[in-house]
């Protein structure tokens, strides 16, 4: 819930008892009035309007209240009392009256390779479970250092896609994230250190939350200065989904989670889509490309012995003829009682070359910060005491 998004919930809901009911004694002189709890859940969640009052009752300027988020989202600021540009009385208010995050840190696992992830808790709406999501902060390697990092972020807490090798959904969806949760992601991470692009590649299908996403990505736009070109969303391709989302003037790249050439393996590897030809999806991808005048990545989960054969990378290259695509291919990163295999590397190379002789970009990309559960999901499955192993990074 940010600034201009009426969709989601305004005061009064979601929010604590208050202290006492009202209309029912009047504080006396010895007793203090009692304060009513925080109408948002955090300083994102406000509507830029109202915040701009409140400021102003606190005794600021309303344009303190952009100031705060700046310093919030810009800076990665996470305490008001670091926020030096806000005036000392304000500074002191703040923290009582305008809960600056409406998650918390969980955990932060650090890896070797500089990847930290962090595990941030959402709480209930309502009858709605709430529950953790995962962002990572990836640091460019080698020559890059210094540049900034790759942030991915998750759309939503759990997944109904259910895809059998993705720790995500295992527990299916809890809910849907707010504008503001997903938006809070990123001031986590701009306090780990500088982002110069984001990834919407963590838990959760970004194409069934599209409206707090995009609402989301604006304000990352406005105060972060990242916009299309630096933001790449991952979606399993839902057709219609996808075309509405071409016209909706995206704000950011595309990348289709394909991971098989074959309809009956598209079936059994994304169960949400059952039913929908690769056809249908590689259409709505081309729609995708004459709309915005973007290309596409078509990410590929290298499961080994299912997907990674010779036939399966040449019926690939006759579906993908005749497109501009690039495809990252991605060793599977092995999550225990799922049943999965890591491909041999050989395999992967052989694929990846028969998809480079045949004209398509095929990089291989191995997940970052593998010693620290890096696949979708793993992390909240190392706190729920499930299962979960990772095979590091080669
Ligand atoms: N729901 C979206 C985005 C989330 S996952 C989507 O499916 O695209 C981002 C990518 O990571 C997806 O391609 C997903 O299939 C892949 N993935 C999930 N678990 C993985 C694992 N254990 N190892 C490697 N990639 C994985």
């Known amino acids: 819930m940010i600034p201009g998004d009426q969709s989601v919930s305004g005061p009064g809901e979601e929010t604590p008892e208050p202290l006492k009911p009202s209309g029912v004694q009047v504080p006396g002189p010895q007793q203090p009035p009692s304060r009513p709890p925080p109408p948002y859940p955090g300083l994102l969640a406000w509507p830029e309007q109202a915040l701009q009052e409140r400021f102003v009752e606190l005794g600021g300027r ?27 009385r304000l500074r002191e208010a703040l923290p009582s009256e305008i809960p600056l995050l409406a998650g918390t840190s969980q955990r932060k696992v650090e890896s070797r390779d500089g990847t930290t992830k962090l595990l941030l808790d959402f709480p209930a709406q309502g009858t709605t479970r709430g529950g953790g999501v995962e962002t990572v902060h990836i640091p460019p390697l080698g020559s890059k250092r210094g540049l900034g990092a790759t942030l991915c972020v998750s759309t939503q807490i759990g997944c109904p896609v259910a895809c059998p090798f993705c720790a995500s959904g295992l527990d299916g969806l809890a809910r849907n994230l707010e504008a503001h949760e997903i938006l809070e992601q990123f001031a986590q991470g701009r306090a780990i250190g500088e982002l110069r692009r984001a990834v919407v590649m963590g838990i959760g299908e ?27 969303v991952s979606t399993v391709g839902f057709p219609e989904r996808l075309k509405r989302a071409a016209r909706s003037q995206p704000r950011f790249q595309l990348a289709i989670s394909l991971h098989t050439p074959d309809d009956d393996q598209h079936d059994e590897l994304i169960p949400a889509l059952r039913g929908t030809s690769i056809d249908e999806i590689l259409a709505a ?57 890591r491909p041999a590397p050989e395999d992967v190379e052989i694929f990846a070359t028969l998809l480079t002789e045949a004209g398509i970009v095929a990089p291989v990309r191995y997940s970052r910060g593998a010693d620290g559960a890096a696949a979708c999901g793993q992390l909240r499955m190392i706190r729920s005491g499930a299962p979960c192993r990772t095979i590091p990074a080669t």
């Open 206 to 232: 970004p194409l069934l939350n599209f409206e707090n996403l995009t609402s989301a990505l604006e304000h990352v736009h406005n105060l972060m200065g990242l916009g299309a070109r630096k933001i790449t």
């Open 62 to 88: 309303a344009f303190h209240a952009r100031v705060a988020r700046e310093q919030l989202l810009g800076k990665g600021i996470l305490d008001y009392a670091q926020m030096t540009s806000l005036p000392a």
């Open 285 to 341: 991808g081309d729609d995708w490309f004459e709309v915005t005048g973007r290309e596409i990545t078509y990410e590929y989960v290298l499961l080994g012995g299912e997907n990674d054969t010779m036939g399966h990378a040449e019926r690939l290259i006759r579906r993908l003829a005749g497109r501009r695509a690039t495809v990252n291919l991605i060793p599977y990163n092995t999550t225990r009682g799922l049943g999965y295999q």
